[in-house]
């Protein structure tokens, strides 16, 4: 029982790269988020995803792109990495829409751009 | 705005120690709260959660707290152990979304 799973798990990019993060869970969970982790603040949301073939954008979307082709994945796209998103992305899931459910967290995947 | 404000930032204590980590929101409509743990290099775990309703929950050593009228959380942790060493994070729901404390970081020490 895999749960949450992201890769990779450490990146290191160069400014104006782009690249994907993996995120794929086994709990057939309707909703899927990715989040970003930064010293001192709290986790903000940058896309979210009720079910496969929709997305919305969260509270921080600039610069990221996602998608939602299955109900297992959800990856995140950096565009054109700036030094701005060297964060701890973490990829999220739970049943349907927030009703006290449990929400289920990658293990996270550390960036950095130089 | 809607905030989640957690104190101490951050608390170092003596194994076998009790300690009570602070939660106060301005998170409106209030639909629940959750306590989170997250070890270091680790994503969140979950600890409770709790709805309008309930005013106390507990988990193990882990004894969460809920006042929806001074919109105040505590989690409670009795006799630490060094696995306690954490950060610990409150999570306030309105029903469309999340607001995430910046957390409590603890260190339990021998």
């Known amino acids: 029982n895999a749960g949450v799973t992201q890769t990779p798990k450490f990146q290191v990019l160069k400014t104006g790269q782009s690249m994907t993060l993996q995120c794929a869970q086994d709990m057939n969970h309707e909703y899927m988020s990715w989040y970003r982790q930064d010293p001192g603040m709290g986790l903000r949301l940058i896309h979210y995803?009720?079910?496969?073939?929709?997305?919305d954008q969260g509270e921080v979307p600039n610069g990221y792109n996602v998608s939602r082709s299955t109900t297992e994945d959800f990856p995140l796209r950096l565009l054109s990495a700036a030094p701005s998103q060297t964060s701890v992305y973490f990829c999220?899931?739970?049943?349907?829409?927030?009703?006290?459910?449990?929400?289920?967290f990658g293990e996270g995947s550390w960036l950095t751009v130089v | 705005k809607n905030q989640v404000e957690q104190s101490p930032q951050s608390l170092i204590i003596l194994e076998g120690k009790n300690c009570t980590l602070q939660?106060?929101?301005?998170?409106?409509?209030?639909?629940?709260l959750r306590w989170y743990k997250q070890d270091t290099g680790r994503g969140p775990v979950s600890l409770t959660i709790?709805?309008?309703?309930?005013n106390t929950k507990s988990n193990g050593r882990y004894t969460a707290t809920l006042d929806a009228d001074t919109k105040q959380s505590s989690l409670h942790i009795t006799a630490s152990q060094l696995s306690d060493s954490a950060s610990y994070i409150c999570v306030v729901s309105d029903p469309n979304k999340l607001v995430f404390g910046a957390g409590t970081i603890l260190r339990v020490k021998s």
């Open positions: 939660c106060n929101y301005t998170v409106s409509p209030f639909s629940n």
């Open positions: 709790m709805t309008f309703s309930e």
């Open positions: 999220a899931s739970r049943r349907a829409r927030d009703a006290g459910n449990t929400i289920y």
């Open positions: 995803s009720v079910g496969a073939g929709i997305t």
